[in-house]
């Protein structure tokens, strides 16, 4: 990737950011106050599975501006379109929903930015000493992209970002600060939740490196200590997911209840013409009969949404949580146990699972 230092290319980006989406804020650096920028285009977005350094290539024109200089053009953007979320607590579909908004033509789809990322990891250091954001920064760093996320394409009426499941945690303050945004959030009940994580080949792998962050997020929560990492099964780990990430999506629905749409995957697969139909009307995008009538049909419906190259279905899904219940049995019933004795002395677990369900 061509990354240059403000120079001419900056300045030709930098001049562009108000009225294209093509110019495009990849990644916020907090230490050195700076952004980048690259150089997209609508066919890359509809393509990409994730914003993150998967995009970049040796061909990607981009350049490193300062926060400032970028801010201050931000706010130059005016009469941006609306920008909502998608919100999950991992391998729920959230990919596979994001590519069926594509395919209104309506929608410009943000699968993933890091800078949302970044910001979830700043908003837990708020108010503390070793913070690199006030309060305030943080607010206006937020609003920059809120700004920059909102500059659509003619033919969209609104962004749809779909964010990582680790920045779920940041779907109620973003609510808070936005009036006019609106999520869905995706997730499943506990069984199945485990049943498919732990079908992962780098399940462990995955689960070991999350456990400290989700450990730190949910022990803020609770009274009592949690099971040290180290002494957790596989089973276990996976249970502590769902519950980190489910304690979000708690938060977010019972603070914000008409703008935050709960969605459990396994019912959208059942019933994925009417679900779909709530969830456009949730977001203001039209009830398109035609849209629906092709959407069971969609070839969206038999990809690997985060590698379109791969075939996968409802039914392969399927077939492989009835592998994972045979297989991982052992390691399923202590996640769901290690849930159950929490819940019964920590009133907060208890709460998330009734809300979301076992």
């Not at 070793?130 to 609003?143: A, I, M, W």
């Not at 199945?192 to 999350?210: E, I, K, M």
Request: charged share 20%.
């Amino acid at each position: 990737m061509t990354v240059e230092r403000p120079n001419s290319i900056a300045d030709d980006l930098l001049a562009r950011v108000p009225g294209s989406p093509d110019v495009y804020p990849q990644k916020i650096d907090l230490v050195r106050e700076a952004i980048l920028l690259v150089l997209l285009d609508a066919h890359t977005y509809r393509a990409a599975s994730f914003l993150d350094d998967r995009i970049l290539g040796p061909n990607t024109k981009g350049a490193w501006l300062t926060a400032a200089r970028l801010s201050e053009v931000a706010y130059k953007c005016r009469n941006g379109q609306p920008v909502h979320f998608i919100f999950h607590t991992g391998h729920v579909g959230s990919t596979l929903l994001s590519r069926l908004f594509d395919e209104t033509g309506e929608v410009l789809s943000l699968r993933e930015p890091l800078p949302l990322r970044t910001l979830a990891e700043a908003q837990d250091l708020l108010h503390r000493s070793d913070s690199l954001l006030s309060e305030g920064q943080f607010d206006r760093t937020l609003y920059m992209f809120m700004q920059l996320w909102g500059r659509g394409y003619p033919e969209s009426r609104m962004t749809i970002v779909k964010a990582t499941s680790s920045a779920g945690r940041l779907a109620a303050p973003i609510l808070q600060r936005h009036a006019g945004a609106r999520a869905i959030y995706l997730n499943l009940r506990a069984e199945p939740y485990l049943a498919t994580l732990l079908a992962g080949q780098n399940s462990p792998a995955d689960l070991r490196g999350h456990g400290p962050e989700r450990m730190r997020r949910l022990q803020s929560r609770l009274a009592l200590p949690l099971t040290p990492l180290h002494e957790m099964s596989i089973g276990e780990l996976a249970a502590l997911g769902w519950l980190a990430e489910s304690s979000s999506q708690h938060d977010a629905t019972q603070a914000f209840p008409d703008r935050v749409l709960a969605l459990d995957f396994e019912q959208f697969l059942s019933n994925i013409v009417g679900t779909l139909g709530s969830v456009l009307s949730h977001f203001g995008l039209p009830v398109n009969a035609r849209y629906l009538s092709l959407v069971e049909r969609s070839a969206v419906l038999t990809r690997y949404s985060k590698a379109p190259e791969h075939a996968y279905t409802p039914r392969d899904r399927t077939e492989i949580l009835a592998d994972s219940r045979q297989h991982n049995s052992a390691e399923i019933r202590k996640g769901m146990s290690w849930l159950e004795r929490l819940a019964k002395t920590e009133a907060a677990v208890a709460a998330v699972m009734n809300s979301v369900g076992v």
